[in-house]
C-alpha cells in the first residue's frame, strides 16, 4: 500500500467535503409561508434547506428531524439552538425537533395531521407554485360537516367546498368530487397542507375546471370505533367503503345542492385513498364515471402481474365496459417517488395497457410521495371532470 | 422554648403535610378530550389536576407550565417525564411544556390559537358541560370564508356558521350575530375552543335559541398590514372597526341569505373583543340592535369613574334613547376574574345604573378570564336574541 497516496487522498477528500459543505449553504433564508403570524423561524434559502431555530438554554442536544434525517444544531451564546438541513424537494414536508430526545413540534410553525399526528410542516417554494397560490379570484368556502355514523357508532367529520358560484344563486347544482387523503392522515389534509381550495379557486376563474363541490372525509372507518382505543383493540376490517356509499353521499346530496347521477360524481385519493377509492369506484361504477388515483392502486404494494379475471372480483376484466363506463381513468406517480409505488403502479398500467383500458398517466416532476405530487395531481384531474 | 413541643408540632406538620399531598393525587386519570386521536397524554383527573407525560430521555429538566406555573415533572427507568399540576378551575386552560428551557407545545394535544401562538390546551370536564357537549341534534356548518381586505390590503379569512336549517331550504334568511376573540386569539378560536357551534346547535335544536348565522372574524386588522413584519414597524391605529362596517358585513350580506336590518344583527365579543365590539355598536346603532361583552366594555383597563358625557363620544349620555336602540345590553363575568376586569366591568355598570340604562348581568360561577366563561356568556346572550 501506497500510504501516502491513501493520506494524499483523505486530505482532498476531507478538504473537498469541507469546502463544499461551507460553501454550499446560500445565505438567502426567509420565513416559511406556512409559520405562524410573525414567526421568523424556520425558514427556507433559494437551496431548498430548512434552517430552524429554537431557545433551549438547557438542553444537550437540538436536532431537526426532516425527510428521515437528523440534523444536528448548534447552541449560541444566547442559549438558541439553530441548524440547516441538506437540501429538500420542493414542495410540502413534515417535519419535527428532538429536544435531548423529546419529539415535539417546532412553535414556529403552524401545524397539520401527517404522520398519525398533528405537526410542524414547512413549504419549500415550488418552480409551479402559482396553480395554488392564494389570488384575487372569487373564493369558495370550505364547510366543516359533523354527522353522527350509525356504521361506526362514532362522530365523523369531512370538509366540503363549494365554489363561489354555490353562493351566488340559490338553485343551481354541481357535481361533486370526493377526495380521499392518504395514510395516517386524516380529513383536514386536502384543505390544508393540500390547498384543494385554492387549486380548485385558481382553476375555475380561468375556466380550466367546471365549478364543482369537493368533499373530504375521513378514510379510516371501523365497526364500533367508539370502542376501539389505542392499539389495545385489533382493528376490526374497515367499514369505509360503506360508510361512503351509504352514509357520506346520501348526507351530501340531501345538505348541499348536488347533481346526484353518476355522470356528475367524481372520486380520487392519495396513495391509501387512491387504494381505497378505486375498490369503491369499480364495486359501485352506476354511481362513479371518474376516477383519480395519486400515487396509488389498488394492487399495493404489490408489483406482481394483475390478473384482470380475478384482481378487484374481475372489475377490469372487461376492457370495453369499464371504457364505456369510466369517462376518466387517471393515475399520477412522482418522479422520485420510491418502491413499492412506481412498481405497483407500474404493474396495474400493464394490466390496463393488456385489457386495453384508455387511461391518462401524469408524472409529477422531481417530486416524492408527498403533498406537492398530489396539489399538482388535483390540479391536472380536476381540469378534466364533468367535461 | 420547647424544643420538644416545637419538634413534635413540626413531624406533625410534615407527616400532615406528606400524607396530605400524597393522598390529594387522586388516581382517577383519563385522557383529555382534547387530545390528538388515541393519544393516553395529558390526562386529568376528578380534582382538575393535568397529568403530562412525554419521552425525554436525554433532557436534564421537564416542566409542565400551566397558568403561570410550572411544576416539575419526573424521569422514569425509560427516559420518560410525568408530572402533575395543581387543580385547575374547570374548563379549557392553555399550556405548554418547558423542556430544558425550551417552550413547546405538547405533542399530545389538538392544538388552539391563544397567547399569540398555536398551542397545547386541556380541558378540564366541566359541571355543566353538557350545553356545549356534540350531541344527536342537527349540526350547522362552520365554513372558512377568505377574502381580500382593501383596507388593510391583506388576505382574511372569517369563519361563519350556518344552522341546520340554513340548508334546509333555499329561500328563508337569518339573523347574524358577529362574535369576537380577544387579545392574541384570533378567528379560530370561537369555533375551535370556544364550541361556539356547538353550542348554538344545542340551543337551537332545544328551541332555546333562534336559528342564526354566526362570523367570526379577526380583530387585528390595520392599514397596510401586508408590510407590517414582527416588532419592525410600530402598528398604526386599528382599522378594525372600519373592515367590520365597509368590508365583513357586507361581504357576508352578500354572499349569506342573512336579514340585513339592525333588528336582526347583533354583536358581541370576549375581552378585547368586548371592547371593540361595545365601540362599533355604539358607533353604528343603525346597525345593530344587541350588544354583548364577554369579561370587558370599552372604558377598559380603567376602573375610574366614567362620564357618559364624554364616554365614547357621549353615546351613553342619553338613556332613553340607549334602552330605545338596544334591545339587549348584555355584560358577563367569571367570578374568579382578577383586575382590571372587575373593577373595569363594575364601573362601567355604576354609570349604566346612574344613566338608568337597562342591561343584563350574568356571573360565570368558579371561572376566571378563560373560555368557560365565554362559552357560558354565549349559551346566555344567544338565547336572547333576534325575539
Not at 392499539?231 to 347533481?259: G, N
Not at 369517462?327 to 412506481?342: A, D, S, Y
Request: aromatic share 12%; proline share 5%.
Amino acid at each position: 500500500m501506497n500510504y501516502k497516496f491513501i493520506t494524499l487522498v483523505m486530505i482532498l477528500l476531507t478538504n473537498t467535503g469541507i469546502s463544499f459543505a461551507q460553501s454550499a449553504v446560500i445565505e438567502d433564508f426567509k420565513p416559511s409561508s406556512v409559520n405562524q403570524p410573525e414567526r421568523q423561524f424556520p425558514q427556507v434559502n433559494s437551496q431548498g434547506r430548512v434552517r430552524a431555530s429554537i431557545a433551549a438554554p438547557n438542553a444537550n442536544k437540538v436536532k431537526l428531524d426532516i425527510g428521515g434525517v437528523k440534523y444536528d444544531m448548534v447552541k449560541n451564546a444566547a442559549g438558541v439552538w439553530t441548524g440547516e438541513s441538506a437540501p429538500q424537494d420542493e414542495g410540502f414536508h413534515y417535519y419535527q425537533l428532538d429536544i435531548d430526545g423529546a419529539l415535539v413540534p417546532d412553535p414556529g410553525t403552524l401545524y397539520f395531521y401527517g404522520a398519525g399526528r398533528l405537526g410542524s410542516g414547512i413549504e419549500i417554494p415550488a418552480s409551479d407554485k402559482d396553480f395554488y397560490a392564494i389570488k384575487d379570484v372569487p373564493h369558495g368556502l370550505v364547510s366543516e360537516n359533523i354527522y353522527f355514523s350509525k356504521l361506526t357508532n362514532a362522530w365523523r367529520r369531512c370538509f366540503v367546498y363549494t365554489p363561489a358560484q354555490y353562493t351566488a344563486d340559490a338553485k343551481t347544482r354541481f357535481p361533486v368530487l370526493y377526495l380521499q387523503h392518504g395514510s395516517f392522515e386524516d380529513e383536514t389534509g386536502w384543505s390544508s397542507q393540500g390547498k384543494a381550495n385554492l387549486i380548485l379557486d385558481n382553476l375555475i376563474a380561468s375556466k380550466n375546471a367546471l365549478p364543482m363541490i369537493v368533499v373530504m372525509d375521513n378514510g379510516y372507518a371501523y365497526e364500533n370505533q367508539k370502542s376501539i382505543s389505542g392499539d389495545k383493540v385489533v382493528r376490526p376490517v374497515s367499514v369505509f367503503e360503506e360508510v361512503m356509499m351509504t352514509e357520506i353521499i346520501p348526507m351530501i346530496d340531501a345538505k348541499f345542492r348536488t347533481i346526484s347521477d353518476r355522470e356528475h360524481r367524481a372520486i380520487a385519493g392519495l396513495s391509501m385513498g387512491a387504494n381505497q377509492t378505486m375498490r369503491i369506484a369499480m364495486n359501485h361504477l352506476d354511481k362513479f364515471a371518474y376516477y383519480g388515483g395519486f400515487s396509488g392502486t389498488s394492487n399495493y404494494p404489490s408489483s406482481d402481474e394483475i390478473n384482470p379475471a380475478t384482481f378487484l372480483d374481475g372489475k377490469f376484466n372487461d376492457g370495453k365496459a369499464v371504457n364505456k363506463q369510466l369517462k376518466v381513468l387517471w393515475l399520477g406517480l412522482g418522479t422520485k417517488e420510491q418502491n413499492p409505488f412506481p412498481d405497483s403502479v407500474g404493474a396495474f398500467k400493464t394490466m390496463l395497457d393488456k385489457q386495453g383500458i384508455k387511461y391518462v398517466f401524469y408524472e409529477s416532476p422531481g417530486t416524492a410521495h408527498e403533498w406537492l405530487t398530489w396539489r399538482r395531481s388535483l390540479h391536472q384531474y380536476a381540469s378534466l371532470l364533468f367535461k
